[in-house]
């Protein structure tokens, strides 16, 4: 079901961190109407939770294997979560 609502947590490896990953993220989230946030980990790894219609979710997971420019994706791990009290919009939180 396209607009079934849908939350993961998604765990980003590679060359994430120094490329504005989280600014990209955010954008992207943004137009295909997704709220959650992103954050980068001390690992050198980016993680966000991304909630929204099913479709979305599934098409922000295949931009995340490409990343912004400068960005070298090695590694993407999803599983599906509760939200909780998910944010409004997409946010940015470390």
Known sequence: ???????IRVR?????Q?????VWTRIEAEKL???????????GS???L?????????TMMDRLWKG???ASVSGVTSQDVDPGQV???FRIIG
């Open 33 to 43: 109407g997704l709220s959650g946030w992103v954050r980068n980990e001390d690992d």
């Open 18 to 22: 120094g490329v504005s990953f989280r």
């Open 68 to 70: 912004p420019n400068g």
């Open 50 to 58: 991304i909630v929204g219609a099913e479709g979305a979710v599934s």
């Open 1 to 7: 079901m396209e607009n079934e609502r849908k939350a």
């Open 46 to 48: 980016v993680t966000a």
């Open 12 to 16: 980003l490896s590679g060359r994430v």
């Open 87 to 89: 944010p409004t919009g």
